[in-house]
């Protein structure tokens, strides 16, 4: 707890004290309902959870609580999916949920900008509530709110903050994206925007909610993680470098905030940093997918008007198993029975069972299956992919819409580009160093664990996130797992019998997230500077890629997905051994 002494206290003056309470959510991921519509079974947390837990708070609060979501909630269900791009013409589920629940702010999420401008701004106009993003500038509209028109060559795409006033107490909120996004996203998504390095736009606003503003209470609601990530040249200064995730930083370097709300590391955190100006900054962040809130509890102390004390206090809450609110899911009962639909259709049968888990220890039906169809419908010589769930299995029987998202978990396009066999290998070099340990001995594990992100609900034990593990198809190779970087794979044809040239250029087909740069393979790894990869970009698809493998399904009726057994682990001796161990350690199995 943090009590702050501002003035000395004098007899005779008339005290006031004002208890506020502020939650947020964060990277709800359309986790609004209790049911898994692609597992299809009962889903601890969820928005109806959070609901009950707020309206609780609510009833003592009154309007002195303020709910606030952190972005990254028009991806994740069919839900969301549904609602972006099947019922168009209908308001965004998100809107609605947003609105029902009577959220205080809004922020944009990198999540929320891969759905495209058609799909992001009308979500934006049909919220009711403040979407606020200062460092997402707009170059082609400057608006007349911004006090900052000229240095950046454009103004804030949406509100930069927004002030609250309750029980004479005046709160602002100040809202940021994570800046990396041109690494991830390619810029139709964005076009017209930029982002802006979110240390110098808290620079900018923070004085600005101070001395212009005169805020009681400053408060940053921010999608980017704690620190680390990727980082890549800042927009407006290429000279200079942002960061993915600069939540702890602003917290040091900008004096002035109160409490900062943030996300998108899909970790928890609870943790007081000390500024640069000696002040301590409370910083939260709920993790994922409304498994918990993150709550601050403030009390402020006020002498004849004038603020002379602050009490905060945080914490991180579960929600896993608090009550349904009853009344928002009668409210929303007849889109989840739509949506149930929608994911409960028939695309066709599996013959055999494909499961995520078996891509982290050689060739697997599940993630080959994905190649093949990649391969047959872009006609390229080469596919890239990476397992984008972490656990996910399709059992053999009749294949639903639902079974689509764990096929393919977010609305990435279908890209084929032109690669040289040398920036092949040195792709895969990239991401078989961050999925395999080079092993000293047979007692080694095969995988990069890392005890630490067992909690991680993005690497589950593993050092480095799994959607960044790509393997290859349309090559046979192996991956040598004694060698050192740079020296662990070797390929040795081409799948069809052909020589593999190093000096030849092939066309790869590969996701959308990855041909922009995403995780980083084609640019550390292949060696692809990411201002060039739009050039070897020749084909992009119109849709995304979970619509061609569900069509593609449904032309072939009955599907039997088997490896590919293009590709190896050796000294096999030694890998084998490590994978039961392994698989034994990550899995129970």
Known sequence: MLSACLTLPVMGQTTKTVRLRIVETSDVHGHFFPYDFVEGKPLQ??????????????????????????????????????????????????????????????????????????????????????????????????????????AEGGSPYVKPYHIYYREGVKIAVLGMLTPTIPCWLNESLWRGLKFQDMVKCARQWVPYLKEVERA????????????????????????????????????????????????????????????IDGHQVLTLDPSCWALNVADAQIELTYRDGHLVKKDIKGDIVSIRDEAVDEQMVAH???????????????????????????????????????????????????SLNAPLSFDSEIRAGDVTVADMFKLYRFENQLYVMNLTGREIRGHLEESYNRWINTMKSAEDHLLLLNDESRGDQQRMGFRNYTFNFDSAAGIDYEVDVTKPYGQKIRILQMSDGQPFDESKTYRVVMNSYRANGGGELLTKGAGIAKQDLDSRIVYQSPLDLRHYLMQEIERMGTVTPTPNHNWRFVPEEWAKAAAARDRKLVFGE
């Open 216 to 275: 009681d209470l400053i408060i940053g609601l921010f999608h980017s993680g704690k620190d680390g990530g990727i980082t890549m040249p800042d927009m407006s200064d290429p000279t200079a470098v942002v960061e993915e995730d600069a939540t702890a930083r602003v917290a040091r370097e900008v004096p002035g905030f109160d409490i900062i709300f943030y996300g998108h590391d899909h970790m928890q955190h609870n943790e007081w940093i000390t500024n």
């Open 45 to 150: 947390g969820t928005l109806v959870r959070v609901s009950t837990y707020v309206n609780r708070l609510r009833q003592q609060y009154g309007d002195r609580l303020l709910l606030l979501d952190n972005g990254d909630i028009l991806q994740g269900q069919p839900t969301c999916y549904w609602s972006n791009y099947v019922v168009t013409d209908e308001e965004n589920i998100a809107a609605q949920v947003v609105n029902y629940m009577k959220y205080d702010a809004e922020t944009f999420g990198n999540h929320d900008v891969e759905t495209g401008h058609e799909v992001y701004d009308k979500w934006i106009r049909e919220v009711q509530c403040p979407m606020l993003g200062a460092n997402i500038i707009d170059t082609q509209h400057p608006a007349s709110f911004s006090p900052f028109v000229e």
């Open 332 to 382: 929303f009962q007849p889109q989840m029975e739509r949506i149930r639909q929608y994911v409960g259709r028939r695309i066709g049968t599996f013959a055999t069972t494909a499961r995520t888990r078996d891509s982290y220890f050689g060739n697997s039906a599940f993630t080959d299956f994905v190649h093949n169809l990649q391969l047959q419908i872009s006609k390229a010589d080469i």
